[in-house]
């Protein structure tokens, strides 16, 4: 084979390695950005958890949670809404908040249930 054909073959073929590691770069980039991302949603619903409960372990059975109490423990900006208590399983429930936080793989949801009153107190917590 010539020289100017092997120097040819070589050219071509560092620029298709080129080409094919910039690609791999790329996807794996992307990949970081997905599983940062997800990481993050479910980190802020996680820890939104954890302190609904740790504050319902805290008062004990003989001084409730209220609803007030509830709000400023949320982290992130969860979508709320209002869902069907009778969803819960959970006789004497008059009212329930779904917390969603979307992620790109899934989505993280806290469901509170309240009971009857201006300031109502907690009465199930429901994590999924």
Do not use: C
């Not at 092997?6 to 094919?20: F, H, N, P, Q």
């Not at 309240?114 to 109502?120: C, M, N, R, V, W």
């Amino acid at each position: 084979m010539s020289a100017s054909k092997e120097t040819s073959a070589k050219k071509t073929l560092s620029t298709v390695d080129l080409v094919i590691r910039g690609f791999l770069f790329v996807v794996l980039a992307a990949l970081v950005v997905v599983a940062i991302l997800e990481f993050g949603v479910r980190g802020q619903a996680t820890a939104s958890h954890k302190a609904v409960a740790d504050l319902m372990a805290t008062a004990g059975e003989d001084k409730g949670v209220v609803k007030s109490q509830i709000k400023p423990l949320i982290k992130g900006t969860p979508k709320l809404e209002s869902v069907d208590p009778k969803s819960l399983n959970t006789p004497l429930l008059v009212s329930a908040e779904r917390y969603t936080w979307p992620g790109l793989i899934r989505d993280y949801s806290l469901t509170i249930g309240y009971s009857l009153g201006d300031d109502p107190e907690v009465e199930v917590v429901d994590a999924k």
